[in-house]
């Protein structure tokens, strides 16, 4: 049995919002727990002194304190969990700071997140199993090849994604909408199977993630089942040939988006969701069905828009749609629409999203809507950089599960 | 005997010289003992749950932090409910932590809108600071009825 993971709780809030039991049960569902890194009374002063960030709140100071503590191992933990109330100003500002220190200055894997009293375990699980995945599998994480013959499935919230892969080749694919979760998986490996030529039990590994991750993984006898944000950086960088030094990984997904600061194929701080539906793949989806075009066609369409023509930039699904059916009431084209919704979608990652992790090239930008032409170049324009789409990018959960899941074939 | 509202509201020391002068000292301690001995809170370490934010609502509108309304919660009811209140300003922090700079602001305004007796103080750095602050405290509480 493994010893539980040691996450450092650095935060300002949580147990007067009511959360801290919501934060506790997150980090034993994974086999970790959190705890606060204890200080001297003098210790905290200087500390908070020498960081240079003259914040009033006196649990600000204290978590300041304590993330110089651990960069400097006078406490020792597996990785750190910052977390501060969601619209506090001077939090976010200490928050931001806390974590560019401790991922410029540490190995510590690190995730902040801003809560509200509504805040449940069920959100924070799959961050809190990423840290533990990181400071636990860190070999599994560093392996660059895959080898034999292994699947990996991606139970994801729109689409369930299956690769079959042969010595660093992909040899089949599966990609169906996310219906009944367990009948999507069987019929996306069943794809996937097929068209590599191969059977089911010619398979030397499976892995799964994604939200089905664990349904799915024990229907089919998974070797592996991992959450997204690792399996997904690491498909990333792999199939970016970027897998040594630093990167960023973009995922905007149907439900949830993820920005995850990556060194040498391992995420080092990563932000996941904590917006609203305006800046989702799903408002893309929306999009299309409303002007009458597949989604496949969306990126094109947009192409051929100017975005600055629709003012459109709601967080709110509803609000959005009011504002595209709006432009189409008033005469806009198709073409400016389909650009204004993919500005806006890049736009919100942006601003809310992104300004939690280091953006370092080369920034790979993965999952379906790295599809969508128009979102990935509105994206490339907010960044000023030229983003990396590789190959499969609509796969990448199901690569990097292919890949992480070689490493469970036994005798290797 | 009044009931003294004191700031920091976590402060023990302060809590002991309200209730030595025989008056009732209202604090975190307060505040928190009614929640941990309700039976059926399940919510450590504060036993503070989802729906304190939400009562914190009659305090601080829904855009404030909940960390804020949360704290309110405790705070808000014993302020309400305070005859006087003493306020250290700049306290050390093994006097008195209050954590959240932003509830600190929001609970002194409220104990100025309650125009109930108040003392402010700074807190005291050297030793004759230290006993002109007792004597302070000392005769403000004398002034409400307590014992000399």
Request: charged share 20%; proline share 4%.
């Amino acid at each position: 049995m493994t010893s539980p993971v040691r996450i450092a709780q650095l935060s300002c809030g949580p147990e007067y919002s009511g959360v801290q039991s919501e934060i506790e049960e997150a980090a034993r569902a994974v086999d970790a727990e959190v705890f606060f890194p204890d200080l001297k009374l003098s210790d905290i002063r200087s500390s908070f002194e020498a960081f240079g960030l003259d914040v009033r709140s006196s649990d600000l100071k204290l978590a300041i304190a304590r993330a110089k503590a651990l960069v400097e191992g006078t406490v020792e933990a597996d990785a750190v969990f910052i977390a501060t109330c969601f619209r506090c100003a001077e939090a976010a500002i200490v928050r931001n700071e806390l974590r560019r220190y401790i991922h410029e200055n540490s190995d510590l894997p690190v995730v902040s997140y801003s809560f509200t009293e509504r805040t449940t375990s069920g959100t924070l699980l799959t961050r809190m199993e990423a840290l533990t995945t990181i400071a636990r599998r860190r070999t599994l994480l560093a392996r660059e090849h895959q080898e034999g013959l292994t699947m990996g499935v991606d139970s994801g919230s729109s689409t369930t994604k299956a690769v079959v892969m042969q010595n660093d080749r992909i040899i089949g694919t599966g990609w169906v909408p996310t219906t009944e979760v367990i009948a999507s998986a069987d019929e996306a490996i069943q794809h996937a199977i097929s068209e590599a030529g191969i059977q089911r039990e010619d398979l030397n590994a499976v892995g799964t993630t994604g939200y089905g991750r664990y349904l799915v993984g024990k229907r089919i006898g998974a070797d592996l089942i991992q959450e997204e944000l690792t399996v997904n950086s690491k498909g990333a960088v792999y199939l970016a040939g970027a897998q040594h030094g630093p990167s960023t990984v973009i995922d905007i997904g149907g439900m949830d988006n993820k920005a995850i600061s990556v060194s040498n194929g391992i995420p080092g701080s990563f932000t996941m969701g904590g917006i609203c539906a305006g800046a989702s793949g799903r408002f893309l989806e929306m999009t299309a069905k409303r002007l009458g075009v597949d989604i496949t066609e969306l990126g094109p369409l947009a192409m051929a828009g100017l975005s600055r023509k629709v003012p459109m930039n709601s967080y709110c699904i509803v609000f959005g749609t009011q504002s595209l059916v709006n432009a189409l009431a008033t005469g806009s084209s198709r073409e400016d629409v389909a650009a204004a919704a993919c500005h806006s979608v890049a736009e919100q990652v942006f601003e809310q999203q992104l300004q939690e992790v280091d953006i370092k090239e080369p920034v790979i930008m993965v999952g379906g809507t790295s599809l969508i032409q128009g979102l990935v170049y509105a994206m490339g324009q907010l960044l000023k950089t030229e983003m990396v789409v590789p190959p499969h990018s609509q796969f990448i959960g199901a690569v990097g599960s292919a890949l992480l899941s070689s490493g469970y074939i036994k005798g290797r | 005997m009044a009931k003294v509202f004191i700031y920091p509201a976590t402060s023990l020391i302060l809590s002991d010289l309200v209730a030595r002068f025989d008056h009732t000292p209202l604090g975190t301690a307060l505040g928190i003992r009614e929640r941990i001995q309700t039976p059926g809170l399940e919510s450590p370490p504060l036993q503070i749950t989802p729906d304190d934010p939400k009562r914190g609502l009659k305090y601080a509108a829904v855009e404030v932090p909940s960390g804020v309304r949360g704290r309110m919660a405790v705070y808000g009811p014993l302020i309400e409910d305070a005859e006087a209140a003493i306020v250290v300003h700049d306290a050390d922090f093994a006097f008195g932590c209050m954590g959240c700079a932003r509830t600190n602001e929001l609970v002194k305004f409220m104990i100025r809108q309650r125009s109930i007796p108040t003392l402010d103080l700074n807190y005291p750095r050297t030793e004759g600071e230290g006993e002109e602050f007792v004597a302070a405290i000392h005769q403000f509480l004398a002034s409400l009825g307590g014992r000399l």
